[in-house]
């Protein structure tokens, strides 16, 4: 014969498909709600209370009583209930305390508790607290992490019964699954949140390095965050179909934390690079001087050796003449090279020709040694027709992309992030092929990549950053990312839902 009672049987078997339900949950809400549910399910309980301890106190998390209609916590309503200090004289507390569990039969009938607390609840409410079993909730840890509380148990005619002390193993069971569950959970978290806030100190740093626009990786995420809604927001059109889930939304915002992280590998003189000469100017200017003083000198010399010979007027006129544009050619030199050292300035190819022109001239150096007034890498520095960095300079600024790519593959992302080396990767590419570093075309760019693509030139527009360059007011950015779209570097119908979504005013 069977000793067990199918009731036993099937508390049993509730107890395993809860077990597995548990595990499987991934909203702490959602399983806070289950555990209490489900422990009042297997003992028939009309009422409970699930707590957790938190700071040396437990703290009220969900509430259930069905005779009252009250469903507090978790999906519910929120618990608004001071939490209840760590003192014997509590039963859950006393629970906690010596890690025992507690079954009473009758609460007005107990007594080495305090219950005034259910008594002023049963008096204002007219409910009659009765039985109640309180168990801990211990993880693998020997931890206890919090306690279930349930109130008055039912036979199947409704009325109220003690708990049946076996139920208490069986609750027990429940509980310590329960708080694994629970403890796995905030492992779970523990970790995204140490992972998030490294990401996120490691953007600060990058974005620290340059001064000019200090807020770069931050906002880029912000805005790929607001994206996401509204992609989802979105019913027709090419996007329309398109759905970030949870999941897939952590994917994009983590590969926009991460997109600039190359940067770190960028030198300071090339990614803050504020005019052509930068550190160099100052050189040139004073070779200038040198060459005017030197030049004086030996005009003042060659004067004196003509006055020492007596009057010689055609002579001294000549002289005079020589130096003067001299002196001219000078102050020419010096006026073109600040000019074109200034970003701001579009240096043409007629800019060119007078530059290269003054390289060519020479002096003779203090050593005796013939030199050119400006050199070879002055002369490519100052040619430069817009911004301030040369050809090799900007293959070392957008090698940060690589850098950054390199870098991403060596974490170890999760599953659910496996692509944020690929999506960080794409920022920089154009749907017309003429981005970098790998010239992706059209459809090889995914949406994220677009995202990515669109967001990171209206923030790098908006924020003035470089020092040369005024932050352009929103209205001028969309233009110019208008052109950008005609020119079929970025995503139209992408741009217009940015464009109308204007998410860059909840950034403020
Ligand atoms: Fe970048
Ligand atoms: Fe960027």
Not at 313 to 330: C, F, G, K, N
Not at 374 to 384: A, N, Y
Not at 403 to 419: G, H, N, S
Request: proline share 4%; charged share 25%.
């Amino acid at each position: 014969m069977n000793k067990y009672t199918p009731e036993i049987l099937e508390q049993v078997e509730t107890l395993l498909n809860v077990g597995i339900a548990l595990s499987a949950e991934k909203d702490h809400n959602r399983l806070l709600e289950m555990i209490l549910t489900e422990a009042r399910r297997i003992t028939g309980a009309d009422a409970g209370t699930l707590y957790l301890c938190e700071d040396g106190h437990l703290v009220f998390k969900i509430i259930q009583n069905e005779t009252m209609g009250i469903f507090q916590g978790g999906r519910g309503e929120p618990v608004d209930l001071p939490p209840v200090p760590l003192r014997e004289e509590n039963v859950s507390a006393y629970v906690v305390l010596t890690r025992r569990s507690v079954n009473i039969a009758d609460v007005y009938a107990a007594e080495g508790f305090d219950f005034s607390g259910p008594k002023r609840y049963d008096s204002l409410t007219g409910y009659r607290t009765t039985s109640m079993l309180v168990i801990p909730l211990e993880n693998h840890e020997g931890e206890i992490i919090g306690v279930l509380q349930l109130i008055n148990a039912r036979d199947q005619h409704g009325r109220v019964i003690p708990f049946a002390p076996y139920l208490e193993k069986v609750v027990s069971s429940l509980a310590s699954q329960a708080a694994i569950a629970l403890t796995n959970m905030q492992f779970i978290q523990d970790i995204e949140n140490l992972f998030n806030s490294f990401v996120e100190v490691m953007a600060t740093a990058i974005d620290a390095r340059t001064p000019y626009n200090a807020n770069h990786t931050r906002r880029v995420a912000l805005l790929a965050g607001e994206m996401v809604g509204v992609i989802n927001a979105v019913t027709e059109g090419r996007w329309g179909s398109e759905y970030f889930d949870d999941d897939r939304a952590a994917q994009l915002v983590m590969a926009a934390w991460m997109h600039d992280i190359g940067k770190v590998a960028t030198p300071l003189s090339v990614m803050n690079k504020a005019t052509r000469l930068e550190g160099g100017m100052e050189l040139v200017l004073q070779r200038l001087d040198y060459i005017a003083a030197s030049l004086r000198a030996e005009y003042l010399q060659r004067k004196m050796v003509l006055a020492n010979e007596g009057p010689r007027a055609a002579e001294v006129e000549t002289l005079d003449r020589w130096w003067q544009e001299q002196e001219a050619m000078i102050e020419q030199a010096r006026e073109l090279v600040i000019r074109a050292d200034n970003p701001a300035t579009f240096v043409s190819e007629e800019m060119v020709e007078e530059l290269e022109k003054v390289a060519r001239r020479t002096y003779v150096d203090a050593a005796g040694e013939e030199r050119p007034w400006l050199t070879r890498g002055e002369l490519e520095q100052l040619s430069v027709p817009r911004g301030t960095l040369t050809d090799t300079e900007r293959k070392i600024m957008e090698d940060h992309v690589e850098v950054t790519r390199r870098m991403l593959e060596k974490i170890p992302f999760t599953r659910k992030l496996k692509d944020v080396p690929y999506l960080a990767g794409m920022h920089h590419e154009h749907l017309d092929g003429n981005g970098y570093p790998q010239g992706l075309k059209g459809d090889e760019i995914p949406l994220e990549g677009r995202i990515l693509a669109l967001l990171d030139i209206f923030d790098a527009l908006t924020a003035a950053d470089r020092p040369y360059k005024k932050a352009v007011p929103v209205e001028e950015a969309l233009k110019i990312l208008g052109f950008m779209v005609k020119d079929g570097k970025l995503d139209a119908e992408l741009f217009e839902h940015f464009r109308q979504s204007r998410i860059w005013e909840r950034l403020e």
